[in-house]
């Protein structure tokens, strides 16, 4: 008999695997014609198509009910954890190898802490302070900024855009003491997502013809609905559905410290799909980077977040955005 501390620790591995695979398709689609924001559009539209039917089945009127309790906090998830997060890492791995981009996203803790320190002027450990650095040395390392930054400058600053909306989701979910169960909050903010990115994915110029052509991913080759499909159903609904079973088992603690596995996974990915391979100084950076970002997102943990109205429905762990 397995205890649930394994079975959960396996549901979060799972789910970073799962989240690390969207890049190298995405980046497919996106090379066959498909725009970023359509590609993360398609995405969170088919989440969302199979998401809700799924929360009105398990979670019926209850479901609703909490979504109606925690409205706000959810179309600020949906507009920042879902849209935001998933298009600018969409643009970021267009420009950018796959496992470059996941890392700056994954810099969001950093910006976590200076939000708590300079905007909340909340009191935050000396380990945030230290992890904070460690990860400004790690993106200078990437960056090449002794070459005159070397990397893609759009790449970077929707990276870094990701990262923010990373941090909004961390400091939202922080804030609160009461939010819609993983379920209704991800098929909630997936529906918030899809029409906040219709509005600027203009996804009546999608060149649907790549769904049914024949679409490269490296040297390999599949229809392109192949690989919408692995983007919809295993890298968003199952990813999210996994790390949901693993909220329910393990500390956030635990949980967020897992969630860097889908950078490796990402990199493992883009390696064997795409052929992509990173360079001494970014493998050495992107280390670095998330050896930070882990500091910071562990000393966050200790600091108590400011109080907000009650909500009806209980707090529940946090669920990484991508």
């Not at 935050?124 to 900024?145: D, K, N, Q, W």
């Not at 992509?276 to 108590?304: C, H, M, Y």
Request: hydrophobic share 55%; with cysteine; charged share 10%.
């Amino acid at each position: 008999m397995y205890s649930t501390k394994s079975v959960g620790l396996a549901f979060a591995v799972f789910s970073a695997v799962t989240f690390g695979g969207s890049g190298p398709f995405a980046k497919a689609l996106i090379g066959a014609g498909v725009t970023p924001q359509q590609a993360a559009w398609l995405r969170i539209l088919g989440a969302a198509a199979l998401l809700v039917p799924l929360v009105l089945i398990f979670r019926g009127r209850a479901g609703l009910r909490s979504a109606r309790a925690s409205w706000k906090a959810l179309v600020l998830y949906g507009l920042t954890g879902i849209a935001g997060c998933q298009t600018l890492f969409f643009i970021a791995a267009s420009r950018l190898p796959v496992g470059v981009a996941l890392m700056l996203e994954f810099s969001g803790p950093v910006l976590v802490v200076a939000w708590l320190k300079f905007g909340q002027k909340v009191a935050v450990p000396r380990s945030a302070a230290i992890g904070v650095s460690i990860a400004l040395v790690g993106l200078a390392t990437v960056a090449e900024i002794w070459s005159g930054l070397r990397i893609d400058l759009i790449g970077l600053l929707a990276g870094l855009g990701a990262a923010a909306c990373q941090a909004t989701y961390f400091i939202l979910i922080d804030k609160l003491t009461g939010a819609a169960d993983p379920l209704v909050m991800t098929a909630a903010g997936s529906v918030v997502g899809a029409v906040a990115l219709t509005l600027i994915s203009a996804p009546w110029g999608t060149p649907w013809h790549v769904l049914v052509d024949t679409v490269a991913i490296g040297e390999r080759h599949a229809p392109g609905w192949v690989m919408a499909a692995w983007l919809i159903v295993v890298s968003t609904v199952v990813a999210y559905l996994a790390g949901a079973a693993a909220v329910q088992r393990l500390s956030a603690a635990v949980g967020g410290a897992v969630a860097y596995v889908e950078v490796v996974a990402a990199c493992v990915f883009a390696l064997v799909l795409l052929g992509e391979t990173l360079r001494t100084n970014q493998i050495i950076g992107g280390v670095i980077v998330l050896a930070g970002a882990f500091v910071a997102q562990s000393s966050v943990g200790k600091v108590a977040p400011p109080e907000v109205p009650d909500s009806d429905t209980p707090r529940t762990d946090v669920l990484e955005p991508i």
